[in-house]
């Protein structure tokens, strides 16, 4: 199982430019969420789902959004890139519960100048 | 509001001896803590949990501490090794799938 595959691992854009962040499982995971981490600040929920067809602002969503169209695939899209979306994303998934451990990606850091 | 607060950004600890990671919440509605382990380049990995009806769970060198009354949980690792140098989140949820907040990390060194 490769578990949970994010691309691209590293991306320099410049503002205003667009780009998605993608992120697969393969564990038949229901949650996926998307985080993202900061210098020094812990790990932020953007958006999440909790299935095909399902998905939910987290408590930072401004200036993105996702999709979910099947149980592997919870892509990220940053519209109108802002030097504020400098980070490192990180995607991750969970079952059979909300609560249940997270697995996470090895992140994408991105950088927006 | 950082509802998740970890205040020791770093912590450094001989081999074979104790590391003690702290961090402490401020929602009584959390029930349910969890600690990741976080090497650079890679996503972070769950590595213990605990239910808010206990006040204790252990999986090998790994224990954590409840204590609800303060509102604070801590990761014991004994012994520790040179492999346990990480990051360390400790995280808190209540009900739903957006309900899990995150702890700034403790940087943890083990020196051999």
């Known amino acids: 199982n490769a578990g949970v595959t994010q691309t691209p691992k590293f991306r320099i854009l410049k503002i205003g430019q667009s780009m998605t962040l993608q992120c697969t499982q393969d564990m038949n995971h229901n949650y996926m969420y998307w985080y993202r981490q900061d210098p020094g600040m812990g790990l932020k929920l953007i958006y999440y789902s909790v299935g095909a067809g399902i998905t939910d602002k987290g408590e930072v969503p401004n200036g993105y959004n996702v999709s979910r169209s099947t149980t592997e695939d919870f892509p990220l899209r940053l519209e109108l890139a802002a030097p504020s979306q400098t980070s490192v994303y990180f995607c991750?998934?969970?079952?059979?519960?909300?609560?249940?451990?997270?697995?996470f990606g090895n992140g994408t850091r991105l950088t927006v100048t | 509001d950082q509802q998740v607060k970890q205040n020791s950004p770093s912590l450094s600890v001989q081999e074979g001896r104790i590391s003690i990671l702290n961090c402490d919440y401020t929602n009584s509605m959390f029930d349910y803590f969890l600690w990741y382990k976080k090497y650079p380049a890679e996503g972070p990995t769950f590595l213990i949990s605990?239910?808010?009806?206990?006040d204790k769970n252990e999986d090998g060198r790994f224990t954590v501490f409840l204590n609800k009354s303060a509102k604070h949980l801590s990761l014991h690792i004994v012994p520790s090794q040179p492999g346990d140098s990480a990051v360390y989140f400790c995280?808190?949820?209540?009900?739903?799938?957006?309900?899990?907040?995150f702890g700034t990390g403790t940087r943890l060194t083990v020196i051999p």
């Open positions: 995280a808190a949820s209540g009900a739903g799938a957006n309900n899990l907040f």
């Open positions: 991750a998934s969970s079952w059979p519960a909300p609560n249940s451990p997270l697995h």
């Open positions: 605990i239910s808010s009806i206990k």
